[in-house]
């Protein structure tokens, strides 16, 4: 998975891309757009920031005054040790940025993915350790998975007014205006990509399941027939 | 009192060399409100438990009552009228009479249980509008897409105002944003206090129930159930954790 350093390294380039902008502005501008599951601290913004300086990405001005040619207001919460520094993007910047939305997430290995290599290395130790993994993995995902559906559920119903679930209309959640659209959208891609996410891992549970199940018959038939 | 309790069941198919053991000491409730899914591989019994649920199979041994009542207990004709007023069945195999409109699949199973005319009428059209099937309603199946014909089926289970929904893949053949809306429907029937028992094999559409039971070579290996909601906790004993 890409997390920690790429991720925001990208994002923060992302964001200068459309607006010059304080440090404390990114903080807050990524994390409304990534739907406010990627809280940043912002001291790790910071030392992103020096590294894309270093790296020739970004380049810094110092201006005073209040939020003048940052970008727009922001949530005023700049604090002493703002330093005043507005970053924007540079041209290498813009390169490398466009060249990341470019690259295909499928080039390269694929991550190694610490559910994948549970259930790979407990299926060493024979079937039914592997079967014992795969079901208290599937359990936590899907206590997971349940609490988070009942959660947009929740939030939906209070969007709606605490309105009659009836009927299956459409279950979008309205934009108000155009930032709270804006953020909304994000949220839901994000709820959607989680979801979607565990889903997958347990399809392959499913599946992992079943291949077992399927050779541990195997075997004992092997077992009667010799 | 739970809509459906299965005690110790074993239901066995066969006899001698060729026995199959479909469930193996199954124990489950199923309580009012309850949305719960049956997930396993096939060949795991979760069909077997809708049967017994709907008094369509009895159990080899072990007890299945249905809103408190043994159904071994009952006369055929008894289990007959448990299985019109009690229970509603949705297939992933629609089921819909190909030679009636959509409001008579919804009306049939009402006349057959002595509900006539207008009443009938009456309740076939609030179920129908409740599941938010497109008017007109003399429309026939073949004129209706698969997530209309499944709403009409929904809506036949409806209609009969059972306690207990038991659904067998109900999304099979749909599309998932149909399919989400399906279950979505079934969900809100539980809201409404109907107890749903819905077996499928898609964790998109397992995961809106209340409880997840799975099921492994006829028996249960484990359960998924977040914690209660908070109005639920409340009513619920202190010592009670989620599961």
Request: charged share 25%.
């Given at each position: 998975m890409h997390t920690g350093y790429v991720s925001v390294r990208l994002g923060l380039l992302a964001l200068l891309d459309d607006a010059d902008m304080y440090g404390y502005q990114l903080k807050s501008a990524f994390e409304a757009r990534t739907g406010g599951v990627w809280p940043l601290n912002?001291?790790?913004?910071?030392?992103?920031?020096?590294?894309?300086?270093?790296?020739?990405?970004?380049?810094?001005?110092?201006?005073?005054?209040?939020?003048?040619?940052?970008?727009?207001?922001?949530?005023?919460?700049?604090?002493?040790?703002?330093?005043?520094?507005?970053?924007?993007?540079?041209?290498?910047?813009?390169?490398?940025?466009?060249?990341?939305f470019a690259e295909s997430p499928a080039e390269g290995p694929p991550p190694r993915d610490e559910l994948i290599a549970k259930v790979l290395l407990a299926a060493a130790g024979g079937s039914e350790r592997a079967l014992g993994v795969v079901t208290a993995q599937r359990t936590a995902l899907f206590t997971a998975l349940q609490a988070r559906r009942r959660a947009l559920r929740a939030a939906r119903a209070a969007e709606n007014g605490g309105g009659n679930g009836h009927g299956a209309g459409d279950g979008e959640p309205e934009a108000e205006g155009e930032a709270g659209g804006d953020e909304a959208l994000a949220a839901a891609l994000v709820q959607d990509a989680l979801v979607i996410r565990a889903e997958s891992e347990l399809r392959w549970l499913d599946q992992c399941e079943a291949r077992l199940l399927s050779r541990r018959s195997a075997g004992a038939s092997t077992r009667r027939s010799t | 009192m739970s809509v459906l309790e299965l005690c110790d069941v074993v239901k066995r198919y066969g006899a001698g060399p060729t026995e199959v053991v479909a469930l193996d000491h199954v124990s489950l409730a199923v309580e009012p409100g309850e949305l719960m899914a049956v997930m396993g591989p096939s060949g795991s019994g979760k069909s077997t438990v809708l049967h017994l649920g709907g008094g369509l199979e009895a159990p080899s041994t072990g007890r299945v009552l249905v809103g408190g009542r043994d159904i071994a207990t009952l006369a055929p004709t008894g289990l007959a009228a448990l299985r019109r007023r009690e229970v509603g069945f949705v297939f992933q195999r629609l089921n819909l009479v190909p030679s009636l409109t959509a409001a008579e699949n919804v009306l049939l199973p009402l006349e057959f249980d002595g509900v006539r005319g207008r009443e009938a009428a009456r309740r076939a059209g609030e179920a129908l509008e409740a599941v938010g099937l497109a008017r007109p309603h003399d429309r026939f199946p073949d004129?209706?897409?698969?997530?209309?014909?499944?709403?009409?089926?929904?809506?036949?289970?409806?209609?009969?105002?059972?306690?207990?929904?038991?659904?067998?893949?109900?999304?099979?053949?749909?599309?998932?944003?149909?399919?989400?809306?399906?279950?979505?429907?079934?969900?809100?029937?539980?809201?409404?206090?109907?107890?749903?028992?819905?077996?499928?094999?898609?964790?998109?559409?397992?995961?809106?129930?209340?409880?997840?039971?799975?099921?492994?070579?006829g028996s249960v290996v484990d359960e998924a159930a977040p914690a209660p909601p908070p109005e639920r906790a409340l009513a619920a004993p202190a010592s009670a954790p989620g599961r």
């Open positions: 912002i001291g790790q913004v910071y030392t992103t920031l020096a590294r894309l300086e270093r790296d020739g990405l970004v380049a810094t001005s110092t201006r005073d005054g209040n939020g003048e040619g940052g970008g727009d207001g922001g949530e005023g919460g700049r604090t002493a040790d703002d330093r005043q520094h507005v970053y924007s993007i540079t041209a290498a910047g813009r390169r490398e940025l466009a060249d990341w | 004129d209706l897409s698969g997530g209309e014909q499944q709403r009409v089926a929904i809506a036949r289970a409806l209609a009969g105002r059972h306690q207990l929904i038991l659904a067998d893949e109900p999304t099979g053949s749909l599309d998932t944003v149909t399919g989400d809306l399906i279950i979505e429907l079934l969900a809100s029937q539980c809201e409404a206090g109907t107890a749903v028992v819905l077996v499928t094999h898609e964790p998109r559409y397992a995961s809106w129930a209340d409880r997840v039971v799975f099921l492994r070579d």
